[in-house]
């Protein structure tokens, strides 16, 4: 069973804050590596995508992937209480042609305080 | 541009009633998605279409679940009979190409099975 693991919440910070969520996964074929933002009663809206190693940024946004150590994180830099809601690692598994899959974990709950 | 539109957005049937859930992806995206979310875990991939094929549909229950995308456009998947332990959200999702690209998901619809 391939599986995807993020660090256990909740996770709180104050606003202002460096929050880091963190992402482990099993299968060493994975291509590409994608955090959700998911607020409570929403679906879960796409906010990085990352497929090499090393660090994508995008705002307040860092995604770092080391595919070596299968990991993969999100750092959020001063961090706003809008930031508040649940971060879903997702990792795609893909062994070629059109076999690959879309793992997600089970989320990590973020809260900002003001 | 459009994003995934989802119908109904909720629902509350009796069980062994059957439902029946649409979507429409974004304009130009192939393949679809169908996911099922519980409370507290993250997605999960019920089937996936490349146009009109079904070419992962390894984790829907064949039994009472099935699923249409006719005109390689939207899709409905029902339920028929629902049972209890059905009530979560579904979620449609669609990407632009094979190989897994990035996912956008629609609103979803909380089913409420009693």
């Known amino acids: 069973q391939k599986e995807v693991e993020q660090n256990s919440g909740p996770l709180s910070v104050p606003e202002g804050a460096i929050a880091s969520l963190n992402c482990t996964y099993s299968d060493r074929g994975s291509q590409s590596f994608f955090w959700y933002r998911q607020y409570s009663g929403k679906s879960p809206e796409l906010i990085m995508s990352?497929?090499?190693?090393g660090d994508k940024e995008d705002g307040r946004f860092t995604a770092q992937l080391n595919k070596a150590s299968q990991y993969v994180s999100l750092l959020i830099r001063d961090s706003q209480p809008s930031d508040s809601a649940t971060y879903l690692c997702a990792v795609n598994e893909w062994s070629g042609g059109s076999n690959y899959k879309l793992t997600f974990g089970k989320g990590t709950l973020l809260t900002v305080n003001p | 541009e459009a994003g995934v539109v989802q119908s109904p957005r909720y629902k509350i049937i009796e069980k062994k009633q059957p439902v029946a859930f649409w979507c429409n992806p974004i304009?130009?995206?192939?393949?679809l998605y169908w996911y099922l979310q519980n409370l507290g875990q993250g997605p999960e991939l019920l089937i996936r279409y490349e146009n009109e094929e079904a070419v992962d549909d390894s984790q829907l229950p064949k039994d009472r679940f099935s699923a249409e995308r006719l005109k390689g456009v939207d899709s409905t998947l029902k339920i028929q009979p629902a049972e209890l332990g059905d009530s979560a959200v579904y979620l449609c999702?669609?990407?632009?190409?094979?190989?897994?690209?990035?996912?956008?998901f629609g609103p979803g619809t909380r089913l409420t099975v009693l």
């Open positions: 990352i497929y090499s190693n």
């Open positions: 304009s130009g995206h192939n393949t």
């Open positions: 999702a669609s990407s632009t190409r094979q190989g897994g690209g990035e996912q956008f």
